[in-house]
């Protein structure tokens, strides 16, 4: 027999829920019969799978050790990376392994969320199995800092609320806690948070405008195409932009996020002319070749810097409502910026 207590990051989900976390090799069906024979129950009662769980229920498993080991995934034992060698890295069973380990840095912390500045050049999440993206990198700051119990991540998984592409930087919001999660993952769904951007494009601009088009996903070639009127298949976006400062041939811009869809800001301002230095996809390829000789470039210089709170936040986020958090922008776009005299 086992006993579960209903931790904070437990409560809210319905049990049925939580139990196919924990007996995540149990089919719903044995699941079901458990609890019909008593064989699973709440606080001491019988139970159908659909209460809403508590902080502090207790949920009794009367079965044995080997049965719920059988239709239990291990969970991991140790951090999510060696760190006795940062540049090599050993698979953990049920979080990953690393060829290198990249940092990221953080802006905020609390006991909900975490807002950190992902480096261009790491996913935000994971494409293939093998792959480390900045979840699993949380994941082990998280464990290796004692902030989050190895045995929590059979029912509950901190994880990114919003995603940027692999060679785009800057912030990125995780949920440490379930509360936290689902507050941050509305407001990113709702667009009621604001995210702002820089980057540098080719050509003069001189004014700030509101554009809007239609975007079109090729999901084989991994592109989007924009459109200026409604196609099959197509999306509906609309990108804002403000130029900071030019030297004639380049402009630096605030670009703000109205539609949020894949490579968005890089295709919308490409489709009008002013591609993104750097961009491999979207981009001049002379004019990168030439950027990537003089600077060492290598990706697109585009930098999500600044997050805005939506006001009215619900608990436990309450104390974020209207917050803006900003995330410096990397040495080589920096770098880039006073070459090029902006």
């Given at each position: 027999?086992?006993?579960?207590?209903?931790?904070?990051?437990?409560?809210?989900?319905?049990?049925?829920?939580?139990?196919?976390?924990?007996?995540?090799?149990?089919?719903?069906?044995?699941?079901?019969?458990?609890?019909?024979?008593?064989?699973?129950?709440?606080?001491?009662?019988?139970?159908?799978?659909?209460?809403?769980?508590?902080?502090?229920?207790?949920?009794?498993?009367?079965?044995?050790?080997?049965?719920?080991?059988?239709?239990?995934?291990?969970?991991?034992?140790?951090?999510?990376?060696?760190?006795?060698?940062?540049?090599?890295?050993?698979?953990?069973?049920?979080?990953?392994?690393?060829?290198?380990?990249?940092?990221?840095?953080?802006?905020?912390?609390?006991?909900?969320?975490?807002?950190?500045?992902?480096?261009?050049g790491m996913l935000s999440q994971k494409a293939k199995e093998r792959d480390v993206a900045l979840n699993e990198h949380i994941l082990?700051?998280?464990?290796?800092?004692?902030?989050?119990?190895?045995?929590?991540?059979?029912?509950?998984?901190?994880?990114?609320?919003?995603?940027?592409?692999?060679?785009?930087?800057?912030?990125?919001?995780?949920?440490?806690?379930?509360?936290?999660?689902?507050?941050?993952?509305?407001?990113?769904?709702?667009?009621?948070?604001?995210?702002?951007?820089?980057?540098?494009?080719?050509?003069?601009?001189?004014?700030?405008?509101?554009?809007?088009?239609?975007?079109?996903?090729?999901?084989?070639?991994?592109?989007?195409?924009?459109?200026?009127?409604?196609?099959?298949?197509?999306?509906?976006?609309?990108?804002?932009?403000?130029?900071?400062?030019?030297?004639?041939?380049?402009?630096?811009?605030?670009?703000?996020?109205?539609?949020?869809?894949?490579?968005?800001?890089?295709?919308?301002?490409a489709s009008i002319g002013h591609p993104i230095l750097g961009d491999c996809k979207y981009g001049s390829r002379s004019l990168n070749?030439?950027?990537?000789?003089?600077?060492?470039?290598?990706?697109?210089?585009?930098?999500?810097?600044?997050?805005?709170?939506?006001?009215?936040?619900?608990?436990?986020?309450?104390?974020?409502?209207?917050?803006?958090?900003?995330?410096?922008l990397p040495e080589l776009f920096r770098r880039v910026m006073q070459g090029e005299n902006l």
């Open positions: 027999m086992q006993t579960l207590i209903v931790t904070p990051n437990e409560a809210g989900q319905r049990m049925d829920k939580l139990l196919a976390k924990y007996l995540n090799q149990a089919g719903k069906g044995f699941l079901y019969k458990m609890m019909r024979k008593k064989n699973i129950t709440l606080n001491g009662r019988k139970c159908d799978g659909s209460e809403r769980l508590v902080i502090g229920d207790a949920i009794q498993l009367f079965l044995s050790d080997e049965t719920i080991e059988i239709f239990s995934s291990p969970v991991p034992t140790s951090p999510a990376f060696e760190t006795r060698a940062p540049a090599k890295c050993r698979p953990v069973t049920g979080i990953s392994h690393c060829a290198d380990r990249k940092r990221f840095d953080i802006i905020y912390e609390d006991s909900h969320i975490l807002v950190v500045n992902k480096p261009s082990n700051y998280l464990i290796e800092s004692g902030r989050l119990p190895v045995s929590q991540l059979r029912t509950f998984r901190p994880s990114i609320c919003n995603r940027l592409d692999r060679n785009t930087s800057g912030l990125v919001v995780a949920g440490k806690s379930l509360a936290g999660l689902q507050v941050m993952n509305q407001v990113f769904k709702d667009r009621s948070i604001h995210k702002y951007y820089q980057c540098i494009v080719s050509g003069k601009v001189e004014k700030k405008q509101l554009i809007a088009g239609f975007l079109k996903k090729d999901g084989t070639a991994n592109t989007v195409t924009v459109y200026p009127l409604e196609t099959e298949n197509s999306v509906p976006i609309m990108t804002e932009y403000l130029p900071l400062s030019g030297n004639g041939t380049c402009t630096l811009l605030q670009v703000t996020l109205i539609t949020g869809r894949s490579h968005q800001i890089r295709a919308h301002l070749e030439a950027m990537k000789v003089k600077y060492g470039l290598r990706s697109q210089l585009l930098h999500s810097w600044k997050l805005v709170m939506p006001e009215g936040l619900s608990l436990p986020l309450a104390h974020l409502s209207g917050r803006e958090f900003t995330a410096p």
